[in-house]
């Protein structure tokens, strides 16, 4: 089965998803007392930022009747995404860091991003060509924030240690 998707809302909804990120890092930056935590987490942040931007300009240079032919349902894995993400709380001015410990948002943010890379990429390959260098190096930077945190949650417990994904 195929899915005939428009490219416009597609875009629109990846925006939308790096501002959670964006949020999200932002959040977390500002509840941990561990620098290099901290440090990593607001350069996150700063990527989704430009994430966000790119995502925003392929909606607005984007035909309104373009579709990409999936092979998926990739707005419900999208908006399936989102609300994961506004399910945290994070996304809301008023939540209460102290809910969730680090350790808690780590996992997420990992379990976050490695779905988001899924997700990319089969964007990517149904985009063709106009696209696909952006999307794969937004894609790699994606990975790169797994491996971040994959690495960071393994130096905080040795005895969890799990193999790195990555591409």
Do not use: W
């Amino acid at each position: 089965m195929s899915y005939s998707i428009p490219i416009r809302k597609i875009a629109l909804l990846a925006a939308k998803a790096e501002d959670g990120g964006i949020a999200y890092y932002r959040k977390i930056a500002g509840r941990v007392k561990d620098d290099q935590i901290k440090e990593f987490c607001l350069f996150f942040a700063e990527q989704e930022q430009e994430h966000k931007e790119f995502f925003e300009k392929i909606a607005a240079e984007t035909n309104p009747e373009a579709k990409g032919l999936f092979t998926v349902d990739v707005i419900s894995l999208m908006n399936q995404g989102i609300k994961r993400l506004a399910e945290t709380g994070f996304q809301s001015p008023s939540f209460d860091v102290s809910k969730m410990d680090v350790d808690q948002a780590l996992e997420l943010a990992l379990h976050l991003e490695q779905e988001t890379i899924a997700i990319y990429e089969k964007i990517r390959q149904a985009m063709g060509h106009n696209y696909n260098v952006a999307l794969y190096k937004i894609i790699h930077e994606e990975d790169k924030h797994a491996q971040t945190i994959e690495n960071v949650i393994n130096k905080r417990h040795p005895e969890r240690k799990r193999p790195l994904s990555g591409s």
